[in-house]
T-cell receptor
Framework: DGGITQSPKYLFRKEGQNVTLSCEQN?????MYWYRQDPGQGLRLIYY???????QKGDIAEGYSVSREKKESFPLTVTSAQKNPTAFYLC??????????????FGEGSRLTVL | AQSVTQLDSHVSVSEGTPVLLRCNYS??????LFWYVQHPNKGLQLLLK??????LVKGINGFEAEFKKSETSFHLTKPSAHMSDAAEYFC???????????FGTGTRLLVSP
């Protein structure tokens, strides 16, 4: 079945450590996204990529980095510069705007807790 | 600028009674509007979408929403709640022609027996 796989589902990190969250999709979608979810705040866009080897900052990119070396993969690194990294992180994908209405397909999320 | 407001952070209903989750948007353009559902510790799933076709949109699991331009609203309804409907619901707006989506802050639906 096609879909988006995020791993790990739960992750614990000590302060000062970088951590990388994995996102893989087999939907053949060009566009991929990372969102952060905090209670009562909805989803906020961290980074997005419309095509391989290209990505753009979203609304809250500080302290995060991404790469897009393959169409299927869009890993997110939470760096030590991110002041409040404890959150639920969601990866999504879509076919590009112009070909559809912008519907997103989501993974099941990764919950990061900083100890 | 565009934004979306979900008017209730929590809604409680009894099983078998109607559900109404309210959403208002502001947009200078013709928007695309979506409702997504999220069960605890899960990703979001699309319930339905409005893309300038019929103003009454039917989605999965018996949900529907009506786009009312004069009221700038896109409320989500279901005639009869089921226990499995208990989840968080997000109203989302997208400017036509842009990738970026704007998410509401969510409404948690509680369904009691």
């Amino acid at each position: 079945d096609g879909g988006i796989t995020q791993s790990p589902k739960y992750l614990f990190r000590k302060e000062g450590q970088n951590v990388t969250l994995s996102c893989e999709q087999n939907l053949n979608h060009d566009a991929m996204y990372w969102y952060r979810q905090d209670p009562g705040q909805g989803l906020r866009l961290i980074y997005y990529s419309q095509i391989v080897n290209d990505f753009q900052k979203g609304d809250i990119a500080e302290g995060y980095s991404v790469s897009r070396e393959k169409k299927e993969s869009f890993p997110l690194t939470v760096t030590s510069a991110q002041k409040n990294p404890t959150a639920f992180y969601l990866c999504a994908s879509s076919i590009p705007v112009g070909a559809n209405t912008g519907e997103l397909f989501f993974g099941e999320g990764s919950r990061l807790t900083v100890l | 600028a565009q934004s979306v407001t979900q008017l209730d952070s929590h809604v409680s209903v009894s099983e078998g009674t109607p559900v109404l989750l309210r959403c208002n948007y502001s947009s200078s353009y013709s928007p695309s509007l979506f409702w997504y559902v999220q069960h605890p510790n899960k990703g979001l799933q699309l319930l339905l979408k409005y893309t300038s076709a019929a103003t009454l949109v039917k989605g999965i699991n018996g949900f529907e929403a009506e786009f009312k331009k004069s009221e700038t609203s896109f409320h989500l309804t279901k005639p009869s709640a089921h226990m499995s409907d208990a989840a968080e619901y997000f109203c989302v707006v997208r400017l036509t022609g842009f990738q970026k989506l704007v998410f509401g802050t969510g409404t948690r639906l509680l369904v009691s027996p």
